[in-house]
């Protein structure tokens, strides 16, 4: 079975940071999968357990992440063998945003 990676983008969360407060993160996630499409589900599930029941769960004050799928490619075995598959790296809500 192939490996893929998958970049997301997350919205939604509120996790109190050193001097704000972070509303999205971006991260990606290694997985083996039969397609792209169901390498996009297993990230998918990943990120749902991680926020609402493990890890993550508890840090935020904000909703679920809503998950966007930036990019997903084949990655050679090799390339994921020393892979971290866990980490974010989280953003700020910007001033102005979501203003009309």
């Given at each position: 079975m192939p490996?893929f ?5 997350g ?12 509303v999205?993160f971006?991260a ?9 499409e169901?390498a ?14 493990g890890q ?23 390339q ?14 910007e001033?102005g945003?979501?203003?009309?």
């Amino acid at each position: 079975m192939p490996y893929f990676r998958v970049r997301v983008e997350g919205r939604g969360i509120s996790v109190q940071m050193e001097n704000s407060i972070a509303v999205g993160f971006f991260a990606t996630r290694a997985v083996r999968a039969r397609s792209e499409e169901d390498a996009v589900e297993k990230v998918r599930s990943m990120f749902a357990e991680a926020w609402t029941t493990g890890q993550y769960a508890e840090w935020n004050r904000g909703v679920a992440p809503t998950l966007l799928i930036d990019d997903v490619w084949p990655s050679p075995w090799f390339q994921n063998i020393f892979f971290v598959n866990d980490g974010h790296s989280f953003f700020p809500d910007e001033p102005g945003e979501g203003e009309a």
